[in-house]
Nanobody
């Protein structure tokens, strides 16, 4: 099991970035979380294993979109209209196995594997 997150960087408010998470050998729901300086890690978005169910935090709803390319074993987080408060280290994670292809948990405790973080810094 291996998760590799990439795509972070420095951007200005209003810009867009796309994060990628390569999930080798996994057939599970994939979630994105973030941790801002001095704050606890929080849920951002999740995509079910089957790809038919998504969930977003209220703070990113309407601006971020999660998707996957099964052929490339990659899950993307398209982030539009970025704000300074989006500055954080972003992590992708693979959920615990589930018989349901619609399983898309938002709790961190439901995730078994975590990738290394990728830093996103948004200037005003």
């Amino acid at each position: 099991v291996q998760l590799q997150a990439s795509g972070g960087g420095l951007a200005q408010a209003g810009d867009s970035l796309r994060l990628s998470c390569i999930a080798f050998g996994l057939n599970r729901a994939i979630g994105w979380f973030r941790q801002a300086p001095g704050r606890e890690r929080e849920f951002v978005a999740v995509l079910s294993r089957g790809g038919g169910r998504t969930s977003y935090s209220d703070s990113v709803k309407g601006r971020f979109t999660i998707s996957r390319d099964n052929a490339e074993s990659t899950v993307f987080l398209q982030m539009n209209n970025l704000k300074p408060e989006d500055t954080a280290v972003y992590y992708c994670a693979a959920a615990n196995p589930s018989a349901s292809s619609a399983y898309a948990p938002v709790q961190q405790t439901s995730y078994a594997y975590w990738g290394q973080g990728t830093l996103v810094t948004i200037s005003s």
